[in-house]
């Protein structure tokens, strides 16, 4: 079975610096799919980024970009420029590509706090 | 477009009561996952629906059941409530294309068991 480990419990980091969330997951597939969600203290869950194992280029968006290191199997996210909304737990996700799955296997998270 | 909303927002039951919790998926999505997220936990994938069927569950008893509508809302139901089913639980849904699909996530509801 897969899993996916955060590390990190909380972090802090000052407005319109860079932080780095990190993620591990275990798994014995050699295709499958990466995402961080952000839920907010309002609670709905929305997606920052995805990343298709197959694909060597790491995802980008806009502030938010992941470093991908398949070999290692660690996913961490990377926000610049950071925005008070940014604040929020974080989650790492892990994606089966078996047909229909649609099953999130998903870290315990990572509470952001950005400071003025 | 009507985003995801799930009703009601808070509900408290005592333990070994029945509860019915409810979905409205997003216009046009043809799939819904129902997620149970512990105080200080990620969620975690109870079951999903295709099509009204369910199509992949994960490690939860029978209990929990669920059922999808052709208007594709749907229920989730837990029987004999126990006090480790306090949670919060997410309903997402998308439309199935694939498994790289943006799942979008309803603001749940919070079950306490007391």
């Known amino acids: 079975a897969q899993t996916v480990t955060q590390s990190q419990p909380e972090m802090s980091v000052q407005e319109a610096e860079t932080v780095t969330l990190s993620c591990t997951y275990d798994t014995s597939e050699s295709d499958y799919y990466l995402f961080w969600y952000k839920q907010p203290p309002s609670r709905q869950m929305i997606l920052v980024i995805r990343q298709e194992a197959y694909k060597q280029q790491n995802a980008t968006e806009n502030r938010f970009s992941v470093n991908f290191q398949k070999a290692a199997k660690s996913f961490s996210l990377k926000i610049s420029d950071s925005q008070l909304g940014d604040a929020a737990m974080y989650f790492c996700?892990?994606?089966?590509?078996?047909?229909?799955?649609?099953?999130?296997?998903f870290g315990k998270g990572t509470k952001l706090t950005v400071n003025p | 477009e009507t985003g995801v909303t799930q009703s009601p927002t808070h509900l408290i039951k005592t333990r070994g009561q029945q509860v019915t919790l409810r979905c409205s998926s997003q216009?046009?999505?043809?799939?819904v996952s129902w997620y149970q997220q512990a105080l200080g936990q990620g969620p975690q994938f109870i079951f999903h629906?295709?099509?009204?069927?369910?199509?992949g569950r994960g490690n939860f008893p029978p209990r929990f059941s669920g059922l999808q509508f052709p208007n594709y809302s749907s229920e989730l139901n837990v029987n004999a409530l126990e006090l480790d089913d306090s949670a919060l639980y997410l309903c997402?849904?998308?439309?199935?294309?694939?498994?790289?699909?943006?799942?979008?996530f309803g603001p749940g509801t919070r079950l306490t068991v007391t």
């Open positions: 997402a849904s998308s439309f199935r294309r694939g498994p790289s699909d943006e799942q979008y």
């Open positions: 216009s046009g999505h043809n799939t």
């Open positions: 996700a892990y994606r089966s590509p078996e047909g229909g799955s649609e099953k999130l296997v």
């Open positions: 629906y295709y099509r009204e069927e369910e199509n």
